[in-house]
Protein backbone atom coordinates (compact mmCIF):
# COMPACT_ATOMS: atom_id res chain seq x y z
CA UNK A 1 0.00 0.00 0.00
CA UNK A 2 1.76 2.62 -1.21
CA UNK A 3 2.24 6.30 0.81
CA UNK A 4 1.92 9.19 -0.03
CA UNK A 5 4.58 10.15 -3.04
CA UNK A 6 6.47 13.80 -4.17
CA UNK A 7 8.50 14.37 -6.89
CA UNK A 8 11.44 15.84 -7.12
CA UNK A 9 12.88 14.99 -3.89
CA UNK A 10 15.11 18.34 -4.69
CA UNK A 11 15.01 20.92 -6.52
CA UNK A 12 17.11 24.70 -7.29
CA UNK A 13 15.66 27.37 -9.03
CA UNK A 14 16.37 31.22 -9.36
CA UNK A 15 14.59 34.01 -8.20
CA UNK A 16 12.04 35.20 -10.36
CA UNK A 17 11.32 31.70 -11.96
CA UNK A 18 8.17 28.94 -11.30
CA UNK A 19 8.19 25.64 -9.50
CA UNK A 20 5.84 22.88 -9.97
CA UNK A 21 5.80 20.28 -7.34
CA UNK A 22 3.63 17.32 -7.37
CA UNK A 23 2.17 14.97 -5.09
CA UNK A 24 -0.02 11.13 -5.13
CA UNK A 25 -2.03 10.85 -1.70
CA UNK A 26 -1.80 7.59 0.30
CA UNK A 27 -4.31 5.27 -1.44
CA UNK A 28 -7.83 5.60 -0.23
CA UNK A 29 -7.05 9.75 0.51
CA UNK A 30 -8.93 11.53 -1.63
CA UNK A 31 -7.87 15.24 0.16
CA UNK A 32 -4.60 16.65 -0.32
CA UNK A 33 -2.95 19.58 1.80
CA UNK A 34 0.17 21.37 1.11
CA UNK A 35 2.33 22.92 3.73
CA UNK A 36 5.62 24.94 4.15
CA UNK A 37 8.52 23.81 6.37
CA UNK A 38 11.11 26.28 6.87
CA UNK A 39 14.12 25.53 8.21
CA UNK A 40 14.33 25.01 12.10
CA UNK A 41 10.47 25.05 11.72
CA UNK A 42 6.99 23.91 12.26
CA UNK A 43 4.71 23.41 9.04
CA UNK A 44 3.01 26.26 7.42
CA UNK A 45 -0.53 25.72 5.96
CA UNK A 46 -0.36 26.89 2.26
CA UNK A 47 -3.86 24.96 1.63
CA UNK A 48 -6.17 22.16 0.95
CA UNK A 49 -7.57 20.11 -2.37
CA UNK A 50 -10.99 18.25 -2.70
CA UNK A 51 -12.56 17.21 -5.25
CA UNK A 52 -10.31 19.40 -7.12
CA UNK A 53 -11.26 22.56 -5.75
CA UNK A 54 -9.39 24.71 -2.75
CA UNK A 55 -11.04 24.30 -0.17
CA UNK A 56 -9.22 25.77 2.51
CA UNK A 57 -6.51 28.54 2.36
CA UNK A 58 -3.50 29.85 4.83
CA UNK A 59 -2.00 32.89 4.84
CA UNK A 60 -0.24 32.79 1.21
CA UNK A 61 0.23 35.28 -1.30
CA UNK A 62 -1.48 34.23 -4.64
CA UNK A 63 2.06 33.37 -6.41
CA UNK A 64 1.26 29.94 -4.49
CA UNK A 65 -1.36 27.82 -6.44
CA UNK A 66 -2.52 24.61 -6.99
CA UNK A 67 -4.78 21.86 -8.39
CA UNK A 68 -6.09 18.35 -7.89
CA UNK A 69 -6.70 16.09 -10.75
CA UNK A 70 -9.19 13.52 -10.61
CA UNK A 71 -7.51 10.46 -9.75
CA UNK A 72 -6.40 12.92 -6.33
CA UNK A 73 -3.18 13.59 -7.24
CA UNK A 74 -1.97 17.40 -6.66
CA UNK A 75 0.22 20.23 -7.79
CA UNK A 76 1.40 22.85 -6.09
CA UNK A 77 2.75 26.28 -8.46
CA UNK A 78 4.96 28.75 -6.70
CA UNK A 79 5.61 32.04 -9.34
CA UNK A 80 7.93 35.05 -9.54
CA UNK A 81 10.07 33.03 -6.45
CA UNK A 82 11.89 34.82 -3.90
CA UNK A 83 14.19 33.33 -1.59
CA UNK A 84 12.09 33.22 1.17
CA UNK A 85 10.38 30.80 -0.65
CA UNK A 86 13.22 28.25 0.11
CA UNK A 87 11.86 25.42 2.49
CA UNK A 88 10.82 21.91 2.52
CA UNK A 89 7.12 21.35 0.48
CA UNK A 90 4.73 18.81 2.41
CA UNK A 91 2.23 17.49 0.92
CA UNK A 92 -0.07 15.23 3.16
CA UNK A 93 -3.26 13.54 2.49
CA UNK A 94 -6.50 12.36 4.77
CA UNK A 95 -9.21 10.49 3.57
CA UNK A 96 -11.72 13.04 3.73
CA UNK A 97 -12.04 17.19 5.29
CA UNK A 98 -12.42 15.91 8.87
CA UNK A 99 -10.61 18.27 11.05
CA UNK A 100 -10.10 15.13 13.10
CA UNK A 101 -8.63 12.96 10.30
CA UNK A 102 -4.84 12.73 11.02
CA UNK A 103 -2.43 14.04 7.94
CA UNK A 104 -0.41 11.23 6.32
CA UNK A 105 2.55 12.97 5.17
CA UNK A 106 5.33 12.42 1.55
CA UNK A 107 9.14 13.12 2.14
CA UNK A 108 8.69 16.43 0.96
CA UNK A 109 10.25 18.34 -1.52
CA UNK A 110 13.22 20.43 -0.84
CA UNK A 111 13.35 23.84 -2.70
CA UNK A 112 16.02 25.96 -2.60
CA UNK A 113 15.94 29.40 -4.68
CA UNK A 114 19.09 31.10 -5.50
CA UNK B 1 -5.55 32.79 18.91
CA UNK B 2 -5.21 28.70 17.83
CA UNK B 3 -1.70 27.87 18.61
CA UNK B 4 0.57 25.21 19.85
CA UNK B 5 3.90 26.20 21.35
CA UNK B 6 6.45 23.49 22.29
CA UNK B 7 9.05 25.60 24.48
CA UNK B 8 11.62 22.98 23.96
CA UNK B 9 13.96 23.85 21.05
CA UNK B 10 16.38 20.76 22.10
CA UNK B 11 16.93 18.27 23.96
CA UNK B 12 19.86 15.65 24.32
CA UNK B 13 19.53 12.86 26.52
CA UNK B 14 21.61 9.49 26.81
CA UNK B 15 20.04 6.06 25.79
CA UNK B 16 18.12 4.53 28.27
CA UNK B 17 17.23 7.93 29.97
CA UNK B 18 13.67 8.76 29.95
CA UNK B 19 12.40 12.05 28.43
CA UNK B 20 9.36 14.44 28.33
CA UNK B 21 8.60 16.76 25.49
CA UNK B 22 6.22 19.70 26.21
CA UNK B 23 3.13 21.18 24.18
CA UNK B 24 0.99 23.92 25.15
CA UNK B 25 -1.95 25.04 23.02
CA UNK B 26 -4.70 27.38 22.76
CA UNK B 27 -8.08 27.27 21.34
CA UNK B 28 -11.69 28.58 21.72
CA UNK B 29 -12.93 25.63 20.22
CA UNK B 30 -14.86 23.68 22.72
CA UNK B 31 -13.93 20.70 20.66
CA UNK B 32 -10.83 19.69 19.48
CA UNK B 33 -8.28 17.47 18.43
CA UNK B 34 -4.38 17.37 19.62
CA UNK B 35 -1.51 14.99 17.58
CA UNK B 36 2.15 14.58 17.74
CA UNK B 37 4.12 13.81 14.77
CA UNK B 38 7.95 12.34 14.73
CA UNK B 39 10.09 13.55 11.40
CA UNK B 40 13.03 11.72 11.02
CA UNK B 41 16.09 13.03 8.96
CA UNK B 42 13.72 11.64 6.09
CA UNK B 43 11.98 14.69 6.12
CA UNK B 44 8.15 12.75 6.09
CA UNK B 45 5.92 13.41 9.58
CA UNK B 46 5.12 10.35 10.93
CA UNK B 47 2.08 10.31 12.92
CA UNK B 48 2.39 9.45 16.60
CA UNK B 49 -1.35 9.55 18.18
CA UNK B 50 -4.44 11.66 18.22
CA UNK B 51 -6.57 12.75 21.17
CA UNK B 52 -10.02 14.55 21.13
CA UNK B 53 -10.44 17.36 23.86
CA UNK B 54 -13.23 15.09 25.74
CA UNK B 55 -11.07 12.30 26.02
CA UNK B 56 -8.36 13.09 29.11
CA UNK B 57 -7.35 9.75 29.90
CA UNK B 58 -3.83 9.36 29.43
CA UNK B 59 -2.30 6.76 27.22
CA UNK B 60 0.91 4.61 26.93
CA UNK B 61 1.87 2.49 23.95
CA UNK B 62 5.25 0.76 24.40
CA UNK B 63 7.85 3.03 25.59
CA UNK B 64 5.66 6.35 24.64
CA UNK B 65 2.90 7.52 26.94
CA UNK B 66 1.04 11.13 26.65
CA UNK B 67 -0.44 13.00 29.40
CA UNK B 68 -3.18 15.15 27.98
CA UNK B 69 -4.73 17.88 30.99
CA UNK B 70 -7.17 20.20 29.54
CA UNK B 71 -6.69 22.78 32.68
CA UNK B 72 -3.04 23.35 32.36
CA UNK B 73 -3.79 23.18 28.01
CA UNK B 74 -1.11 20.96 27.49
CA UNK B 75 -0.49 17.68 25.98
CA UNK B 76 2.76 16.15 26.59
CA UNK B 77 4.59 12.94 25.43
CA UNK B 78 7.18 10.69 26.97
CA UNK B 79 9.63 8.31 26.11
CA UNK B 80 10.36 5.79 28.31
CA UNK B 81 14.31 4.35 28.51
CA UNK B 82 14.90 6.38 25.09
CA UNK B 83 16.68 4.93 22.18
CA UNK B 84 18.96 6.04 19.25
CA UNK B 85 16.41 5.38 17.19
CA UNK B 86 14.13 8.07 18.80
CA UNK B 87 16.45 10.85 17.75
CA UNK B 88 13.94 12.79 15.28
CA UNK B 89 11.87 16.05 15.51
CA UNK B 90 8.53 15.98 17.39
CA UNK B 91 5.72 18.43 16.41
CA UNK B 92 2.54 18.72 18.34
CA UNK B 93 0.04 20.28 16.48
CA UNK B 94 -3.83 21.08 16.69
CA UNK B 95 -6.54 20.88 14.23
CA UNK B 96 -10.54 21.70 15.76
CA UNK B 97 -13.51 23.79 13.30
CA UNK B 98 -12.44 26.88 14.33
CA UNK B 99 -9.66 26.96 12.08
CA UNK B 100 -9.04 25.37 8.50
CA UNK B 101 -5.73 23.57 8.73
CA UNK B 102 -3.82 21.95 11.80
CA UNK B 103 -1.67 23.97 13.37
CA UNK B 104 2.16 22.68 14.39
CA UNK B 105 3.99 24.14 17.36
CA UNK B 106 7.79 24.76 16.08
CA UNK B 107 8.95 21.88 16.81
CA UNK B 108 11.39 19.92 19.55
CA UNK B 109 14.57 18.16 18.22
CA UNK B 110 15.32 15.15 20.56
CA UNK B 111 18.95 14.05 20.35
CA UNK B 112 19.43 10.35 22.16
CA UNK B 113 22.85 9.41 22.70
CA UNK B 114 24.75 5.97 22.72
Known amino acids: DAGVTQSPTHLIKTRGQQVTLRCSPKSGHDTVSWYQQALGQGPQFIFQYYEEEERQRGNFPDRFSGHQFPNYSSELNVNALLLGDSALYLC?????????????FGNGTRLTVT | AQKVTQAQTEISVVEKEDVTLDCVYETRDTTYYLFWYKQPPSGELVFLIR??????QNEISGRYSWNFQKSTSSFNFTITASQVVDSAVYFCALSGPGFNDMRFGAGTRLTVKP
Open chain 1, 92 to 104: ASSPGTAYNSPLH
Open chain 2, 51 to 56: RNSFDE
